[in-house]
């Protein structure tokens, strides 16, 4: 057993005791030195006996937290080198800026002589308790300071020699100081570069955490985890300030000591803690996270590092919030709601009706159903509502139903988990649901979405809950719904082919928007609009309609509605080069479709005694509805029956 080297046999006990027994030899210190000696003896110290104070627990609580991440970053540079770099009779203190010791280390000989002198965590090194002492220089003179063992006023600190650097950081008001300390007869001089070195590895330290804070809150909704693995502990290194905002807890602290703190090992994150513990590579894992009894489901990614050097191992983790992804998923795909109240045209007082019913849905939260025919503008009008209502701020989704076979349309509406079925994205899939959480979903077509379908749909809109193609994560969602069909939705339910309890729960409010033959005062009105959006598009001068072109469009049907005027205001400019629209173009227009199944009234003209087409283009214009093209045709539904018959139209129907 070696026996431990007594540091106050090294002293210069002497030198001490003249210091402060004749002025004169006090005069011969340097000027901070003598100066602070000078207001020390006018102090009531007993410089014999006197120790470092010890703070109350209380107050050392609070020291420890507000110099968290200072002790956290000086132990890792320092406990490492240290260990590497044993050197004998040599120790290592770090102060705060209030003259707390926060940290200190070193061999066996400097720690014991520390504990005989009562030098330990929480001492504050006041000038008003021991005298002068390093830390009271150094902090004075904000710069590299150097102490001999017998120029500190109290006799506890004369068997070192101290070499003090300032720390200084931009959060802290006055800087701190790490010093190396020396068995007293080690001087050297070259040892206060080392303190300087050191100070300045913590600052670096400092500055690459501060980089890694800016470069890991510089998206909204995702932040970055550090986890330092070494000890056997899932020890926080690193925090982004976005990582509370995604778990959506206060701030309490900038710098917890272990993962635990924020995140319990509770059978609830199981998931979770399966991945910090795995030390393995995950893309897009979705996790669900309890956290004060609130749930939060999270997109997790994480990579495992090893650092030989320092012998450090652990992992990364980058967490994103849902509705970032969302957000992002939404910026790419295009899922945005452009249109407003101010974009829906039409003045007639079939559409003003149309408008003011949608304005007053849009304010509550019901589920809304639009009803209409292909090309009325069900799509415009549920942009409208969603920008009219309180989830304006919030992303709009849209999914045509009639789009994707029924396997594809449960992954597109719910999403899927890496490996969920053959040909699955790596990393799965979210889901139109999820993308649209908190903010709208709009089902387009909903009377082609399959019967079994339906059934789920309905569950996850009663639940608000939903689970991923191939997944066990109940994710929680807060969606508003606007459906919209052109089918007879009544008709579909009397023949089974649509739920009823589905459509009660997507029908709370219902809203019929009129074919554009039933509000013709509107047809002008979208004429002109278009010719100047497809004029601008296609970098030609705005055309104008003849007299007899606007009587034309006028009187036409338009069975397919808004749409078919836009196609056929198109298709003119398009390939005229006279900026006059004419009843002619529009004749030209219709009679070079392959199928001529309807045309203007100036065009069925032609062909008024050609029964046959007349029916054809009943038929058309009501969507095969026979009661109403035969009302149409001024025909008894047998005799219309009869006529289809002779002409052999009974099998096309």
Same mark, same amino acid.
């Given at each position: 057993?070696?026996?431990?080297?007594?540091?106050d046999?090294?002293?210069n006990?002497?030198?001490w005791?003249t210091?402060?027994?004749d002025?004169?030899?006090c005069?011969t210190?340097i000027?901070?030195i %003598?100066?602070?000696?000078?207001?020390?003896?006018?102090? @009531?110290i007993?410089?014999?006996?006197?120790?470092?104070?010890q703070?109350s627990?209380?107050?050392?609580h609070?020291?420890?937290?507000k110099?968290?991440e200072?002790?956290a970053?000086?132990?890792s540079?320092l406990?490492?080198?240290?260990?590497q770099?044993?050197?004998r009779?040599?120790?290592v203190?770090?102060?705060?800026?209030?003259?707390?010791?926060l940290?200190?280390?070193?061999?066996k000989?400097f720690?014991?002589?520390a504990e005989?002198?009562g030098i330990?965590?929480g001492? %504050?090194?006041?000038?008003?308790v021991?005298?002068?002492?390093i830390?009271?220089?150094?902090?004075?003179?904000?710069?590299?300071?150097?102490l001999?063992?017998?120029?500190?006023?109290?006799?506890?600190?004369i068997?070192?020699?101290?070499y003090?650097?300032?720390?200084?950081l931009?959060?802290?008001?006055s @800087?701190?100081g790490?010093t190396?300390?020396?068995?007293?007869?080690?001087h050297?001089e070259?040892?206060v570069?080392i303190?300087v +070195?050191?100070?300045?590895?913590?600052e670096?330290?400092?500055?690459w955490?501060g980089?890694?804070?800016?470069y890991?809150?510089?998206?909204?909704g995702s932040g970055?985890?550090?986890?330092?693995?070494?000890?056997?502990?899932?020890?926080?290194?690193?925090?982004?300030?976005?990582i509370y905002?995604?778990?959506?807890?206060?701030?309490k602290k900038?710098?917890?000591?272990?993962?635990e703190?924020?995140?319990?090992?509770?059978?609830?994150?199981a998931?979770f803690?399966?991945i910090v513990r795995?030390?393995?590579?995950?893309?897009?894992?979705?996790?669900?996270i309890?956290?004060?009894?609130?749930?939060v489901?999270v997109?997790v990614?994480?990579s495992?590092f090893?650092?030989?050097r320092?012998?450090?191992?652990?992992?990364?983790?980058?967490?994103s $919030?849902?509705?970032r992804?969302?957000?992002?998923v939404?910026?790419?795909?295009g899922?945005?709601?452009h249109?407003?109240?101010?974009n829906?045209?039409?003045?007639s007082?079939?559409?003003?009706?149309?408008?003011?019913r949608?304005k007053?849905?849009?304010?509550?939260?019901?589920?809304?159903l639009?009803l209409?025919?292909?090309?009325?503008?069900?799509?415009v009008?549920a942009?409208a509502?969603?920008n009219?209502s309180?989830?304006?701020?919030?992303?709009?989704?849209?999914l045509?139903?009639?789009?994707?076979?029924?396997e594809?349309?449960?992954?597109?509406?719910?999403?899927?988990e890496?490996?969920?079925?053959?040909?699955?994205?790596?990393g799965?899939?979210?889901?139109?649901?999820?993308m649209?959480?908190?903010g +709208?979903l709009f089902?387009?077509?909903?009377g082609?979405? /399959?019967?079994?379908l339906q059934?789920?749909?309905l569950?996850?809109?009663?639940?608000?809950a939903?689970?991923r193609?191939?997944?066990?994560?109940?994710? @929680?969602?807060?969606?508003?719904i606007?459906a919209?069909?052109?089918?007879?939705?009544?008709?579909?339910?009397?023949?089974?082919?649509f739920?009823?309890?589905?459509f009660?729960r997507?029908?709370?409010?219902?809203?019929?928007?009129?074919?554009?033959?039933? %509000?013709?005062?509107?047809?002008?009105?979208?004429a002109?609009h278009?010719?100047?959006?497809i004029c601008?598009?296609?970098?030609k001068?705005?055309?104008v309609?003849?007299?007899?072109?606007r009587?034309?469009?006028?009187?036409?049907?338009?069975?397919?509605?808004?749409?078919?005027?836009q196609?056929l205001?198109e298709?003119i400019?398009? +390939?005229?080069?006279? /900026?006059?629209?004419d009843a002619?173009?529009i004749k030209?227009?219709f009679?070079?479709?392959?199928?001529?199944?309807? $045309?203007?009234?100036?065009?069925?003209k032609?062909y008024e005694?050609d029964?046959?087409?007349?029916?054809?283009?009943?038929l058309?214009?009501?969507?095969?509805?026979?009661?109403?093209?035969a009302?149409?045709l001024g025909?008894s539904r047998?005799?219309?029956y009869r006529r289809?018959?002779?002409?052999?139209?009974l099998?096309?129907g």
């Amino acid at each position: 057993m070696i026996e431990l080297v007594n540091w106050d046999s090294y002293a210069n006990l002497a030198r001490w005791e003249t210091l402060h027994t004749d002025p004169k030899e006090c005069n011969t210190l340097i000027g901070a030195i %003598r100066y602070s000696w000078q207001r020390s003896a006018a102090l @009531p110290i007993d410089y014999w006996n006197a120790r470092p104070e010890q703070t109350s627990a209380t107050e050392l609580h609070k020291v420890i937290s507000k110099t968290k991440e200072l002790c956290a970053y000086t132990k890792s540079l320092l406990d490492k080198l240290l260990d590497q770099n044993r050197v004998r009779n040599t120790g290592v203190i770090l102060f705060s800026p209030d003259g707390f010791l926060l940290f200190l280390n070193g061999d066996k000989y400097f720690m014991s002589w520390a504990e005989e002198n009562g030098i330990k965590v929480g001492n %504050r090194w006041s000038e008003e308790v021991i005298g002068t002492n390093i830390f009271s220089i150094g902090v004075k003179r904000a710069e590299a300071t150097m102490l001999k063992g017998e120029e500190n006023y109290s006799r506890c600190l004369i068997g070192g020699n101290y070499y003090f650097a300032p720390i200084s950081l931009d959060n802290m008001d006055s @800087p701190g100081g790490i010093t190396i300390v020396v068995r007293a007869d080690k001087h050297n001089e070259f040892m206060v570069n080392i303190a300087v +070195t050191l100070a300045r590895a913590i600052e670096l330290q400092f500055f690459w955490a501060g980089m890694f804070q800016i470069y890991s809150d510089i998206s909204e909704g995702s932040g970055t985890l550090v986890i330092d693995q070494s000890q056997g502990r899932n020890e926080i290194s690193l925090i982004s300030d976005e990582i509370y905002n995604v778990f959506g807890i206060p701030r309490k602290k900038r710098f917890s000591e272990d993962l635990e703190s924020i995140i319990d090992p509770l059978p609830a994150n199981a998931a979770f803690w399966n991945i910090v513990r795995g030390k393995t590579k995950i893309y897009d894992k979705t996790v669900k996270i309890t956290i004060d009894r609130k749930s939060v489901v999270v997109n997790v990614n994480a990579s495992p590092f090893h650092e030989s050097r320092f012998n450090m191992i652990g992992i990364v983790l980058n967490i994103s $919030s849902i509705k970032r992804i969302n957000k992002l998923v939404s910026l790419y795909a295009g899922n945005t709601a452009h249109f407003t109240f101010n974009n829906v045209i039409g003045d007639s007082d079939e559409m003003r009706r149309v408008i003011q019913r949608s304005k007053n849905a849009a304010c509550s939260n019901g589920s809304i159903l639009l009803l209409g025919e292909s090309g009325v503008g069900k799509d415009v009008i549920a942009q409208a509502i969603h920008n009219h209502s309180y989830r304006k701020d919030h992303i709009f989704v849209a999914l045509n139903c009639a789009a994707f076979s029924k396997e594809l349309i449960i992954s597109e509406l719910f999403g899927y988990e890496d490996g969920a079925f053959t040909g699955a994205k790596k990393g799965g899939s979210i889901g139109k649901f999820e993308m649209a959480n908190n903010g +709208t979903l709009f089902l387009d077509e909903i009377g082609d979405m /399959p019967s079994d379908l339906q059934a789920v749909l309905l569950r996850v809109i009663e639940e608000q809950a939903l689970r991923r193609v191939g997944g066990n994560v109940i994710i @929680p969602v807060n969606v508003r719904i606007i459906a919209a069909t052109n089918k007879n939705i009544y008709e579909q339910i009397r023949q089974g082919s649509f739920r009823e309890d589905l459509f009660y729960r997507l029908g709370v409010i219902r809203i019929q928007i009129p074919p554009l033959r039933e %509000r013709r005062d509107d047809i002008l009105q979208f004429a002109e609009h278009y010719i100047n959006v497809i004029c601008k598009r296609v970098g030609k001068q705005p055309y104008v309609l003849t007299k007899n072109a606007r009587k034309a469009l006028y009187e036409y049907d338009w069975p397919g509605n808004i749409r078919e005027l836009q196609n056929l205001l198109e298709g003119i400019i398009s +390939t005229q080069e006279k /900026p006059d629209i004419d009843a002619r173009a529009i004749k030209d227009y219709f009679s070079s479709a392959v199928h001529i199944t309807h $045309s203007p009234v100036f065009v069925q003209k032609a062909y008024e005694n050609d029964e046959k087409q007349k029916i054809e283009h009943a038929l058309h214009m009501f969507r095969s509805n026979r009661v109403k093209a035969a009302a149409y045709l001024g025909l008894s539904r047998s005799t219309l029956y009869r006529r289809m018959r002779e002409y052999g139209m009974l099998d096309n129907g």
